[in-house]
T-cell receptor, first 109, second 114 residues
Framework: RKEVEQDPGPFNVPEGATVAFNCTYS??????FFWYRQDCRKEPKLLMS???SGNEDGRFTAQLNRASQYISLLIRDSKLSDSATYLC??????????FGKGTRLSVIA | ETGVTQSPTHLIKTRGQQVTLRCSSQ?????VSWYQQALGQGPQFIFQ???????GRGNFPPRFSGLQFPNYSSELNVNALELDDSALYLC?????????????FGAGTRLSVL
């Protein structure tokens, strides 16, 4: 079983749509969680950290459910520029970042 | 820009050859982590260097080795290249090794092994 699992997609959505990505992690000792965004043939860039209380940054909302070992990312009012691969990441103490395979999003005009 | 630079950007090698990839960390960062990202996969951890010492290693064979210099820049060396080594190699720098320290990625080196 992969440590971090994501639905690979692709998710093809129209502009303005709301889209949600889910991610599960297997290591119950994981303490820190992140969503990274990766454009085609580019490096991953931090989108946001994920906290137990949930956090919001503009159109993006991240949630963490420790009991279910589940992380989500919600994107509201999708823009064409949101098209990318979204990587779910878990980490624990001094262990390295563990990435999921990524979920590909295409926002269509 | 993250301030993390990698060189070269692209590289083509043949099986059995050796390759050295380089990474300059963001100013003030003392930790460098290396990842391999195959097509369609997430980045996989290779190893991490903290103040010139290896500080953790992923599930990669010994022919993957590294080095960190006093200025915290780093090298990744791969010997006896195999076709499956073709991937994007990413370097990430951070201030410290804890997971609360955000890792910033360079643009990567795309390695093709023929």
């Amino acid at each position: 079983r992969k440590e971090v699992e994501q639905d690979p997609g692709p998710f093809n959505v129209p502009e303005g749509a709301t889209v949600a990505f889910n991610c599960t992690y297997s290591n119950s000792a994981s303490q820190s969680f992140f969503w990274y965004r990766q454009d085609c043939r580019k490096e991953p860039k931090l989108l946001m950290s994920v906290y137990s209380s949930g956090n919001e940054d503009g159109r993006f909302t991240a949630q963490l459910n420790r009991a279910s070992q589940y992380i989500s990312l919600l994107i509201r009012d999708s823009k064409l520029s949101d098209s990318a691969t979204y990587l779910c990441v878990a980490a624990s103490g001094n262990t390295p970042l563990v990435f999921g395979k990524g979920t590909r999003l295409s926002v269509i005009a | 820009e993250t301030g993390v630079t990698q060189s070269p950007t692209h590289l083509i090698k043949t099986r059995g050859q050796q390759v050295t990839l380089r990474c300059s960390s963001q100013s003030g960062h003392n930790t460098v982590s290396w990842y391999q990202q195959a097509l369609g996969q997430g980045p996989q951890f290779i190893f991490q260097y903290y103040r010139e010492e290896e500080n953790g290693r992923g599930n990669f064979p010994p022919r993957f080795s590294g080095l960190q210099f006093p200025n915290y820049s780093s090298e990744l060396n791969v010997n006896a290249l195999e076709l499956d080594d073709s991937a994007l190699y990413l370097c990430a720098s951070s201030l410290g090794t804890g997971d609360e320290n955000i890792q910033y990625f360079g643009a990567g080196t795309r390695l093709s092994v023929l």
